[in-house]
């Protein structure tokens, strides 16, 4: 036996062996748009026979692309798990960094993920999608520190959190012309400008954001954002 075909035949447990799977699953379809992945394919990128793939997933490539995004969703929503403490945007500028990190490692099946392209796009993939964006919302609401958000600060975070996937996504159709962490402040900026414009109306957004300012540092992205802002609104004096 070749040093080669060794793994194929390596006994592993039944959890490890579905991991070593699901593994090989994510990464071939983390480059590659469902209907271009077989079967065959995760076989071969996890150095095992096709029946064995069949034996962990007898759904087949169905199976398999819904297990793997399983996966996938467990890794985006651990992007926004954040400890509640410091500065708000310095919070969120981390959990952005690694979410467009896990973006533009996965790029082309993230893409056909959140566009729900493909033949592998059921009502079952599109809830594990949704679950991701409600477990976001309520991740980013429970560092507002809002007990019980009303329905503008709730769509203020949702309308939000669309922007960032829709970025996404032109950052990767656009072939990554931004640097990530010019993208990352960009989206960063957006928030807090929106929070802003909520609170203008929204008196909870409002007392969330004056709370949230106290703890923010002049050097921080807030202060770097009000200090670039206010050159640019100099000349609207006469809108007062």
Same mark, same amino acid.
């Given at each position: 036996?070749?040093?080669?075909?060794?793994?194929?035949? &390596?006994?592993?447990?039944?959890?490890?062996?579905?991991?070593?799977?699901?593994? %090989?699953? +994510?990464?071939?379809?983390?480059?590659?748009?469902?209907?271009?992945?077989?079967?065959?394919?995760? *076989?071969?990128?996890?150095?095992?026979?096709?029946?064995?793939?069949?034996?962990?997933?007898?759904?087949?490539?169905?199976?398999?692309?819904?297990?793997?995004?399983?996966?996938?969703?467990?890794?985006?929503?651990?992007?926004?798990?954040?400890?509640?403490?410091?500065? +708000?945007? /310095?919070?969120?500028?981390?959990?952005?960094?690694?979410?467009?990190?896990?973006?533009?490692?996965? %790029?082309?099946?993230?893409?056909?993920?959140?566009?729900?392209?493909?033949?592998?796009?059921?009502?079952?993939?599109?809830?594990?999608?949704?679950?991701?964006?409600?477990?976001?919302?309520?991740?980013?609401?429970?560092?507002?520190?809002? /007990?019980?958000?009303?329905?503008?600060?709730?769509?203020?975070?949702?309308?939000?959190?669309?922007? $960032?996937?829709?970025?996404?996504?032109?950052? +990767?159709?656009?072939?990554?012309?931004? @640097?990530?962490?010019?993208?990352?402040?960009?989206?960063?900026?957006?928030?807090?400008? +929106?929070?802003? *414009?909520?609170?203008?109306?929204?008196?909870?957004?409002? /007392?969330?954001?004056?709370? *949230? #300012?106290?703890?923010?540092?002049?050097?921080? @992205?807030?202060?770097?954002?009000?200090? &670039? $802002?206010? @050159?640019?609104?100099?000349? *609207?004096?006469? #809108?007062?």
């Amino acid at each position: 036996m070749s040093p080669a075909t060794t793994p194929a035949y &390596r006994r592993l447990s039944v959890e490890a062996r579905r991991v070593q799977l699901l593994d %090989a699953a +994510l990464g071939l379809f983390a480059h590659r748009v469902p209907e271009d992945v077989s079967v065959d394919d995760v *076989a071969e990128a996890a150095g095992v026979s096709r029946p064995l793939v069949y034996r962990y997933f007898p759904g087949g490539k169905q199976q398999l692309y819904e297990a793997a995004l399983g996966t996938a969703a467990d890794a985006l929503r651990a992007c926004f798990d954040e400890p509640p403490a410091g500065p +708000l945007t /310095e919070r969120l500028g981390r959990a952005l960094a690694r979410y467009l990190t896990f973006v533009d490692e996965h %790029a082309t099946g993230f893409s056909a993920l959140l566009q729900g392209s493909g033949v592998a796009a059921t009502s079952r993939t599109g809830a594990i999608v949704d679950s991701v964006r409600l477990s976001a919302a309520e991740q980013i609401l429970s560092h507002l520190e809002v /007990e019980a958000p009303g329905p503008r600060l709730r769509m203020m975070v949702r309308v939000w959190i669309a922007a $960032v996937e829709a970025g996404s996504l032109i950052w +990767l159709d656009e072939g990554k012309e931004l @640097p990530t962490d010019e993208l990352c402040g960009m989206l960063l900026d957006h928030f807090i400008a +929106l929070t802003v *414009a909520t609170a203008a109306t929204d008196p909870q957004t409002a /007392e969330v954001l004056e709370n *949230a #300012l106290g703890l923010e540092r002049p050097e921080g @992205p807030a202060g770097a954002l009000v200090r &670039r $802002v206010l @050159p640019v609104l100099g000349g *609207a004096g006469h #809108l007062l």
